[in-house]
C-alpha cells in the first residue's frame, strides 16, 4: 500500500501542534491555582481533529488533498488556527474569571472561511464540467474562451 508522504508530513505537522497545544493547556493549568476551562483542555482537539485525521485518514486511501481540493489546505490551516486560537483565549479568559462578547468573533470567521472555499470550490468544479462539456462536444475555442473571460470577470466582481 502506497502511503502519500505529503499527506502524511502534513498530518503529522497538525499532530504535532495539537501535541504542543496540549502540552502548553497543562502547563497553563498548572499554574491556574486548580481553575480549569474546557476550552484550554481541549484546545488540542482541534487540530487533530481537523488537521491531522483528515491528512492521515487521506494517506491511508491512497490519495492526497492537494490534487483533489486545491487550495484545500490553506483555508485548513486557517480555519484550524482561528478556531484554536479562539479557543485558547476563552480558555485564558475563563481561567482568569472574566468574560469577552468578542470571542464570537473567532466561530463566526471560520465559517465564513468554510463558506468562501465551499463557493470556490463549487465554482472550480462548475467550470472545470463546462470544460468537459466543451471538449467533448468539440465547441470554438474562441467561444471557449469568451466564456472563461466572463467567469473569471464574475469571480473578480
Avoid at 6 to 23: E, H, L, Q, R
Wanted: zero cysteines; charged letters at 15%.
Amino acid at each position: 500500500m502506497t502511503l502519500y508522504t505529503s499527506a502524511i508530513k502534513t498530518g503529522m505537522k497538525y499532530f504535532a501542534a495539537s501535541m504542543v497545544i496540549a502540552v502548553a493547556a497543562a502547563v497553563y493549568g498548572l499554574f491556574s491555582h486548580g481553575v480549569y476551562s474546557y476550552y484550554m483542555t481541549y484546545a488540542f482537539m482541534i487540530p487533530l481533529l481537523a488537521g491531522a485525521l483528515p491528512h492521515l485518514l487521506t494517506a491511508l486511501k491512497e490519495a492526497d488533498l492537494k490534487t483533489k481540493l486545491p487550495g484545500f489546505n490553506d483555508i485548513q490551516l486557517a480555519f484550524v488556527a482561528t478556531l484554536t486560537a479562539g479557543s485558547l483565549l476563552k480558555g485564558a479568559l475563563d481561567i482568569y474569571g472574566t468574560t469577552n462578547r468578542l470571542l464570537i468573533v473567532y466561530p463566526i470567521i471560520a465559517l465564513l472561511m468554510l463558506v468562501f472555499f465551499a463557493v470556490k470550490l463549487a465554482q472550480r468544479f462548475k467550470r472545470q464540467s463546462r470544460n468537459d462539456a466543451d471538449q467533448n462536444t468539440g465547441s470554438d475555442p474562441a467561444e471557449h474562451q469568451d466564456r472563461e473571460i466572463e467567469e473569471y470577470t464574475e469571480v473578480l466582481n
